[in-house]
C-alpha cells in the first residue's frame, strides 16, 4: 500500500542562535587589530562595548531561541548599529590615511581593509537575520510573533521540491546573501524585496566597493 509522504519539519538550524553570537563576537574580537593609523579611538573600546550588548543576547538565548522578549532585537539592532558606524569610521579613516600623504605602508592598508570588509559582511548579515519576515522569532513557527512580509526572496521559496517545503532560513544563509552581496556589490541568487533591506543592500555593497575597489586597489600597487 503506497503511502504520500509527509513534508519534512523545518530544520532547527533556524532558530540556533549561536552562529550569530559567534560571528559578532569574532568581529569584535578583530576590532583589537584595528591599526592604529586609520583610528583615533582606543582599540579595546569597540569589544567593551559590543561586550556589553552581546552579553544579555547571549544570557537569554544562549544556544537557541527559545525566551522571546522585545527588549532583545532592540539591543541587537544597537550592537549592529554600533559596529556599522565604527566600520564606517574606520572606512573614513583609511581614505584619509591613503590621501595624507603618508599612506607607504602597504600592510596597513590591506590590513584595514579587509577588517572593514569582514566586519561589513557580519554585521549586515546578522542585521538580514534580524529584520527578515520580522525577525528569527516571527519566522520560527514555534513561537507566538506575527510574522511579517518577506524581505528577502530565497530561491528555497520558490521551488517545488520534495524536502524544501517547509524550509526556513538560517543564520547561514543570511552570511550567504550578505558575502555575495559584499563580493558582487549587488544581489545575486537571492533577491531583496522591501525597501528597507534594499537600503541596506545598498549601503553594504557602497562600504564594500570603496574598500575593495579603491583602498585595496591602492594598498596592492603599493606592496
Known sequence: MNTVPKAAAPSMRHIRRWPASLAVIAVLVLQLLVPTQISALPRWIMPALGALLLLPLVWMNPFHLSRDEPWLRWVELILLAVLILANALYLAGLIYYLNSGDANNGRVLVKGAVLIWVTNVVAFAVWYWEV???????????????????????PQMTVDLPGWERWLPGFTDYLFVSFTAAT???????????????????????????????IAARAVNIL
Open 132 to 154: 527578515d519576515r520580522g525577525g528569527p522569532f516571527a519566522r520560527a513557527p514555534e513561537h507566538e510573533r506575527e510574522v511579517e512580509r518577506a524581505d528577502l526572496l530565497f
Open 184 to 214: 558582487a556589490f549587488s544581489p545575486t541568487d537571492t533577491l531583496p524585496l522591501t525597501a528597507r533591506v534594499k537600503t541596506l543592500m545598498g549601503i553594504q555593497s557602497t562600504i564594500s566597493l570603496l574598500t575593495v575597489a579603491v
